[in-house]
């Protein structure tokens, strides 16, 4: 992948437009977002009594970090996408985060509407994550009719998984 901004990896500097693979970026941030994000969700949904400033604090100010990596990293431009798509995606991220509540007896009804804006903002930026790993792992980052294949395929792969969830609740 090549990087939109200067970033230091393991104390190398590359500059905006170098060659970065996708192995120094995607398993440490997938893992390091799957963490924050459980806790985050784990705090929102599985603990009693969690201060909302707290939650907005711990969440945020991750949250805010992954942002300005994921600017420096894949750019501007996709970064505005990813919420562009998370805004046409909540149905998507509302029957996800409600399949999972199922697992522990829960609905995202039992909560104030406040609570849920940590985990849906961890949603996104680790559902943008994956669509990038997989623009990169098919190559069809800089090849538009490749690209296009594979972004119709996450669609519908989406829409089926968030239809197959949404119908076995």
Known sequence: MKLKSELTING??????????????????????????????????????VELPFLYLHGGIAILVYVIFYIAIFGGEEVKWMFINAGLGLFGIYTEINYFLSSFGKVLSDFP?????????????????????????????????????????????????????????
């Not at 970065?20 to 599985?46: D, E, N, Q, R």
């Open 12 to 49: 190398r500097v590359y500059k905006p437009g170098d060659e970065v693979s996708g192995w120094s970026i995607y398993p440490f941030f997938l893992l390091h977002m799957g963490m924050f994000g459980a806790s985050g969700f784990l705090m929102a949904y599985g603990v009693k009594d």
């Open 113 to 169: 509407l406040a609570v849920h804006v940590t985990p849906f903002l961890y949603y996104i930026l680790y559902t943008f994550l994956l669509r990038q790993a997989l623009l990169d792992a098919t190559g069809s980052r800089d090849k538009p009719e490749r690209r296009r294949k594979v972004e119709v395929a996450y669609v519908i792969g989406s829409l089926l998984v968030y239809g197959a969830l949404y119908v076995s609740r």
